[in-house]
T-cell receptor, first 113, second 112 residues
Framework: NAGVTQTPKFQVLKTGQSMTLQCAQD?????MSWYRQDPGMGLRLIHY???????DQGEVPNGYNVSRSTTEDFPLRLLSAAPSQTSVYFC????????????FGPGTRLTVL | GDSVTQMEGPVTLSEEAFLTINCTYT??????LFWYVQYPGEGLQLLLK?????DKGSNKGFEATYRKETTSFHLEKGSVQVSDSAVYFC???????????FGAGTRLTVKP
C-alpha cells in the first residue's frame, strides 16, 4: 500500500496563476480532507469529503475548490493564487469521521510570489 | 468555536528526561481528543487518542488523560529518547463530521 500520496512536493506560483494539488489514497477510505499548515497556527481544515460526489467546506475554504469523482482521488484547486496561500498543504484520509485515525500524505510546499 | 491551546515551544530536553506538553481545549459537548506527531519531512501520524472523559490514551511510552473538569489532555512520557524529536500536535474532533481542530504544535528536541 502506498497510503496517501501527494504531488507535487514543491511548487512555486506567481500571483494570479491557478494550479491543482493532487491527492490519492489506496486504502478505500471514504473520508478525505485538505489542510494547510502555517507557522504558529497548526493545521486548518480547508475542505473535506465524506464520499465520492460529496464535499463540504472546512474552516478556511476561500480561494480553494475541490471535487471528488472517485473514492481514490481528491484534488485541491487554487483558482487564482495569492501570497496568503503560501503554506504547506496536507491531504488526509480516514475510514470515517475525524474520530477515526487520519492518515496524512507527505505534504506539498507551495510558495506564491 | 472549538479550539485547542498547547504550550508554546520549542522544548529542549536531555535524553531520559521527563516530558510534559500541556494542552487545553474549548468545545461544547464531549469532543474526542488526539495527539498527532510530525517527524521531520513527513506528514502527521496519530500518536494516541481518547474519546471520553477519564480515558487514558497511550502509545510508545506516551500517555495522556482526558480531563473534562480541567478541559485538558496533557501529553507525558517518563523518559524521552533522541528519536522522539518531532513536532507534537494536540487536536479535537466533535460530532460526526470531519471537522478537526489542531493546536499550533510544540517542537521537541531531545539531545543525547
Amino acid at each position: 500500500n502506498a497510503g496517501v500520496t501527494q504531488t507535487p512536493k514543491f511548487q512555486v506560483l506567481k500571483t494570479g496563476q491557478s494550479m491543482t494539488l493532487q491527492c490519492a489514497q489506496d486504502m478505500n477510505h471514504e473520508y478525505m480532507s485538505w489542510y494547510r499548515q502555517d507557522p504558529g497556527m497548526g493545521l486548518r481544515l480547508i475542505h473535506y469529503s465524506v464520499g465520492a460526489g460529496i464535499t463540504d467546506q472546512g474552516e478556511v475554504p476561500n480561494g480553494y475548490n475541490v471535487s471528488r469523482s472517485t473514492t481514490e482521488d481528491f484534488p485541491l484547486r487554487l483558482l487564482s493564487a495569492a501570497p496568503s496561500q503560501t503554506s504547506v498543504y496536507f491531504c488526509a484520509s480516514s475510514l470515517g469521521p475525524a474520530v477515526y485515525e487520519q492518515f496524512f500524505g507527505p505534504g506539498t510546499r507551495l510558495t506564491v510570489l | 468555536g472549538d479550539s485547542v491551546t498547547q504550550m508554546e515551544g520549542p522544548v529542549t530536553l536531555s535524553e531520559e528526561a521527563f516530558l510534559t506538553i500541556n494542552c487545553t481545549y474549548t468545545a461544547t459537548g464531549y469532543p474526542s481528543l488526539f495527539w498527532y506527531v510530525q517527524y521531520p519531512g513527513e506528514g502527521l501520524q496519530l500518536l494516541l487518542k481518547a474519546t471520553k472523559a477519564d480515558d487514558k490514551g497511550s502509545n510508545k511510552g506516551f500517555e495522556a488523560t482526558y480531563r473534562k473538569e480541567t478541559t485538558s489532555f496533557h501529553l507525558e512520557k517518563g523518559s524521552v529518547q533522541v528519536s522522539d524529536s518531532a513536532v507534537y500536535f494536540c487536536a479535537l474532533s466533535r460530532g460526526n463530521n470531519n471537522d478537526m481542530r489542531f493546536g499550533a504544535g510544540t517542537r521537541l528536541t531531545v539531545k543525547p
